[in-house]
């Protein structure tokens, strides 16, 4: 139980392109879901925190306006990387947490890698 | 803010052998602890957590011990096998929505 999918697992495309990252939670209703970012060797660096219905929440010094988060369905976040170039490539994680309360595991995706030429 | 610092950065063992990953954190109000695994490509994936309320925590080859007091946390790999070989993250936070990462341990077991 608790799956998380992510899609594309892979994306190369030119400077200048928008490119979304779609987040699924296929077996249960996520609340919240995250979005990561992990550089090679890297930690996690939480990016956003989104709840369903509402505006996403930015970690400070992400760009809002450059990571577009969508949570319109208790199953679906989507991050869209706006006019992408060359320092957003990167390996984008999210994870999602079952339930309304604070005490239930993130369960993460298996990450999508962007490469930006 | 939360801060997790993760000893060793690297780990290598012989297969069948114990590993132990240690974790620090600096605020005392957290009180949630998983860690988790990530295979080359792949997400983290959780394999054990532990809450303040509870000393240690075991499951299978894999425990967790939590020294409050102290403010660390260690995880046990027990008869390690070279399917352990991954990166291990740390995590702490007041709940697992607000969760810092630790900053990973490449642990090798070697055959």
């Known amino acids: 139980g608790a799956v998380v999918s992510q899609h594309p697992s892979w994306v190369i495309c030119k400077s200048g392109t928008s490119v979304k990252i779609e987040c699924r939670s296929l077996?249960?209703?996520?609340?919240?879901m995250f979005w990561y970012r992990q550089f090679p060797k890297q930690s996690l660096m939480l990016m956003a925190t989104?709840?369903?219905?509402?505006?996403?929440?930015?970690e400070q010094g992400v760009e809002k306006d450059k990571f577009l988060i969508n949570h319109a369905s208790l199953t679906l976040s989507t991050l869209t990387v706006t006019s992408a170039h060359p320092e957003d490539s990167s390996f984008y994680i999210c994870s999602a947490t079952p339930g309304r309360v604070g005490n239930q595991p993130q369960h993460f995706g298996d990450g999508t890698r962007l490469s930006i030429l | 803010g939360e801060n997790v610092e993760q000893h060793p950065s690297t780990l290598s063992v012989q297969e069948g052998d114990s590993a132990v990953i240690k974790c620090t954190y600096s605020?005392?109000?957290?009180?949630?602890f998983p860690w988790y695994k990530q295979e080359l490509g792949k997400g983290p994936q959780l394999i054990i957590d532990?809450?303040?309320?509870?000393g240690e925590k075991k499951d299978q080859r894999i425990a967790v011990t939590l020294n409050k007091t102290a403010k660390h946390f260690s995880l046990h790999i027990t008869e390690t096998q070279p399917e352990d070989s991954a990166v291990y993250f740390c995590?702490?936070?007041?709940?697992?929505?607000?969760?810092?990462f630790g900053s990973g341990t490449q642990l090798t077991v070697l055959p």
């Open positions: 077996d249960f209703q996520a609340t919240t």
């Open positions: 989104s709840n369903e219905g509402s505006k996403a929440t930015y």
């Open positions: 605020d005392s109000a957290s009180n949630y």
């Open positions: 532990i809450r303040s309320n509870v």
């Open positions: 995590a702490a936070g007041g709940s697992a929505r607000q969760l810092t």
